[in-house]
């Protein structure tokens, strides 16, 4: 089951052409090595939690905020490289068992035809209509706990 998941491939390139401008990761980074904290103070109030469809409680943005910050500096850093441009579309591919990838229609951190829509093709594939990147953390979310629970027993071997 893949949740608001990179996969197929973020940043845009010669054979992805819909991807994410290499310029919003290089964004990224540039605003971890010079201020950290301030980034995921933007971060959270811009692609992920502000979205007029799922308003968020200034506690959980200081959560997202707290959790950041304790990730080690450099690991979250490299991560953005690792999450924008491992292409997975040859592992998407070989998933040779039922796989689940939900996806939130409103998400502005992996985009919805980059991320979601894309990864649909291989897999099953829902959307959730008017949901951000937080799909399972923000209000409602036990739709989407109840839809993932239905479809894996669904897809269980008993």
């Given at each position: 089951m893949l949740v608001a998941a990179v996969p197929p491939l973020m940043v845009r390139r010669d054979d992805n052409p819909d991807g994410v401008p290499a310029e919003v990761f290089d964004g990224l980074r540039a605003g971890s090595r010079t201020d950290r904290s301030q980034l995921y103070q933007d971060l959270a109030d811009g692609p992920f939690f502000n979205h007029p469809t799922t308003p968020v409680s200034q506690g959980v943005r200081d959560a997202f905020w707290l959790q950041s910050m304790t990730a080690g500096h450099r690991n979250a850093h490299e991560s953005i490289t690792a999450f924008s441009a491992t292409d997975f579309r040859a592992d998407l591919a070989r998933f040779d068992v039922?796989?689940?990838?939900?996806h939130g229609d409103a998400d502005q951190v992996v985009p919805f035809d980059v991320g979601?829509?894309?990864?649909?093709?291989?897999?099953?594939?829902?959307?959730?209509?008017?949901r951000s990147h937080w799909t399972c953390a923000e209000p409602g979310w036990e739709e989407v706990a109840d839809y993932a629970l239905n479809w894996a027993q669904r897809h269980t071997n008993s």
């Amino acid at each position: 089951m893949l949740v608001a998941a990179v996969p197929p491939l973020m940043v845009r390139r010669d054979d992805n052409p819909d991807g994410v401008p290499a310029e919003v990761f290089d964004g990224l980074r540039a605003g971890s090595r010079t201020d950290r904290s301030q980034l995921y103070q933007d971060l959270a109030d811009g692609p992920f939690f502000n979205h007029p469809t799922t308003p968020v409680s200034q506690g959980v943005r200081d959560a997202f905020w707290l959790q950041s910050m304790t990730a080690g500096h450099r690991n979250a850093h490299e991560s953005i490289t690792a999450f924008s441009a491992t292409d997975f579309r040859a592992d998407l591919a070989r998933f040779d068992v039922p796989t689940l990838v939900i996806h939130g229609d409103a998400d502005q951190v992996v985009p919805f035809d980059v991320g979601g829509k894309a990864s649909g093709t291989v897999t099953d594939y829902h959307e959730f209509p008017q949901r951000s990147h937080w799909t399972c953390a923000e209000p409602g979310w036990e739709e989407v706990a109840d839809y993932a629970l239905n479809w894996a027993q669904r897809h269980t071997n008993s």
